[in-house]
Structures are given as C-alpha cells and as structure tokens.
T-cell receptor
Framework: KQEVTQIPAALSVPEGENLVLNCSFT??????LQWFRQDPGKGLTSLLL?????REQTSGRLNASLDKSSGRSTLYIAASQPGDSATYLC?????????FGTGTSLTVIP | DAGVIQSPRHEVTEMGQEVTLRCKPI?????LFWYRQTMMRGLELLIY????????DSGMPEDRFSAKMPNASFSTLKIQPSEPRDSAVYFC???????????FGPGTRLTVL
C-alpha cells in the first residue's frame, strides 16, 4: 500500500520568505502527483499537477518538483504572502487508488 | 463553469436515519470520486467512477454505504443507517480522466447525533 508523508506538519514563516514543503511516497509506480491547498472549512483547490514523466511544474510563485526514483516531491513557494496561509496536501494516484498526505499547515505572518 | 457542485452543504441527522449526499461533476469530466475527510484519518477515497461505472469501491467502509452514478452529470452517496462515527466532511471530485487533475467540490459536512 502506498504511504504518503508530508513534513513538516506545520510551518510558520514571516511574510516575504521563500519556503519548501515536502512530500514523500513509498511506491514509485505513480501516474502523476498533484498539489492542493485547503483553506479552513473549504474544499481542496488544485495548485499543480506533475506527470510521472516530468521533473517540475511552475505556476506563478509556485514551483513543484518530482523525483520518482527517490519518492519525493517538493513545493516551493516564493515570496510568501499572508494569503498563502492554508493547509497544503499532495496526492498520488497508484493503481486504482488515490493517496493523500496528511498535509502541511502553513501560516505566513504579516 | 460552476465547478463541482455538492448538496447539501451541511447535514445534521440522528443516528439510524438515512443520509443522501449529492454531487454534480464538471461537465465533460468522465471520472468522479467520493472522499471522506476526518481529523483522525485525513482524506480517504471511498469510491471512484469512470464513465458512470464504479471502478474501485474498496474504500467504502461498510455495507451501510452505497454510491450510484445513474448518468454523467449526477452521483449520490447514501448512508443507511447512519452512525455517529460517520460524522465527517464528504467531498466529491471530478477529472477528465481517471489520472488527470482532480477538481473538488466544497464538501458536505455531516453530523450524526
């Protein structure tokens, strides 16, 4: 069974700082990896999807990388803003199942 | 596009009652997913449909849970009878194909007293 781990569980940074969120998975037979953000009491918003054949994807201040062989992905957020405060989750489809990490709760302090 | 639509947004019911959650996927998406989110267990996939056919329901916790997708624009998740431990937020998501980018609905917060 695929296991997805996100470290750290919580992170607090001052506004303007660059930061990295980590996602690791045990089974490298994935189709892709998707990063989401979830605001309190809300649904999940898709941020980036990286196909298994890709190494990275960029959207605005976000950059996600994927290293299948080592079972790792990182989400880099540049010049963080208070509006980035949310829980960030990664997800990997494996077989017919979709496995989510437990998330990293990010707080950006003004 | 209105995105994935779920109803109701909140449901409070008493133990033993039947609960039906509804989902309308994004038009043109042929895959639909039902998830449950709790503090203890995080996000869990309950069932996954592709072209209205259930592909994997191994995440459905018990026979009390059932899901249907009678057509490409509508799905239901039913719990009968409901129990307090079913209290959670239930999300529906859709994608163009099973392994493509998923888009989530706002969720239904279920409380079983």
């Amino acid at each position: 069974k695929q296991e997805v781990t996100q470290i750290p569980a919580a992170l607090s940074v001052p506004e303007g700082e660059n930061l990295v969120l980590n996602c690791s998975f045990t089974d490298s037979a994935i189709y892709n990896l998707q990063w989401f953000r979830q605001d309190p009491g809300k649904g999940l918003t898709s941020l980036l999807l990286i196909q298994s054949s890709q190494r990275e994807q960029t959207s605005g201040r976000l950059n996600a990388s994927l290293d299948k062989s080592s079972g790792r992905s990182t989400l880099y957020i540049a010049a963080s803003q208070p509006g980035d405060s949310a829980t960030y989750l990664c997800a990997v489809p494996t077989g017919n199942q979709f496995y989510f990490g437990t998330g990293t709760s990010l707080t950006v302090i003004p | 596009d209105a995105g994935v639509i779920q109803s109701p947004r909140h449901e409070v019911t008493e133990m033993g009652q039947e609960v039906t959650l509804r989902c309308k996927p994004i038009s043109g998406h042929n895959s639909l997913f039902w998830y449950r989110q709790t503090m203890m267990r995080g996000l869990e996939l309950l069932i996954y449909f592709n072209n209205n056919v259930p592909i994997d329901d191994s995440g459905m916790p018990e026979d009390r849970f059932s899901a249907k997708m009678p057509n490409a624009s509508f799905s239901t998740l039913k719990i009968q009878p409901s129990e307090p431990r079913d209290s959670a937020v239930y999300f529906c998501a859709s994608s163009r194909d099973g392994n493509n980018e998923q888009f989530f609905g706002p969720g239904t917060r279920l409380t079983v007293l």
